[in-house]
């Protein structure tokens, strides 16, 4: 009985240490969380600025040469919009192989002792 309360009062302490650090985690990833979230919305305004400003070149049209020229700008739009999401892709997708290629000789070190 004695040991059972002695190796209880010895883990308090790390008991108290890993539920801070559990604290500290949430807290990063309650920021990481919300610089996504503000870059997410500020991305979603500016398509939407597009959108309004293709729209009202639209609804300023006279002509069908007019109205093609609008649709033209927009297209453009959502083409670099696009070529800059696959960019990203590939930068994650690059970083990812990075940490891979320098995690596997390690892993493999460790193996071998």
């Not at 302490?13 to 500020?42: C, D, T, Y």
């Not at 309004?52 to 300023?60: G, L, N, T, V």
Request: overall charge positive.
């Amino acid at each position: 009985m004695r040991a059972i309360v002695l190796c209880l009062i010895l883990m308090l302490p790390v008991l108290s240490i890993a539920e801070e650090h559990s604290k500290g985690n949430e807290e990063k990833k309650q920021q990481r969380f919300q610089k996504v979230k503000e870059k997410a919305l500020a991305h979603m305004d500016k398509r939407i600025a597009k959108l309004q400003e293709a729209k009202s070149c639209m609804q300023a049209a006279t002509n069908k040469k007019e109205m093609k020229a609008c649709k033209k700008s927009l297209k453009e739009a959502r083409q670099a919009w696009k070529k800059k999401r696959q960019d990203m892709k590939a930068k994650h997708k690059g970083k990812k192989k990075d940490k891979k290629a320098k995690s596997s000789p390690k892993q493999a070190s460790e193996m071998e002792e």
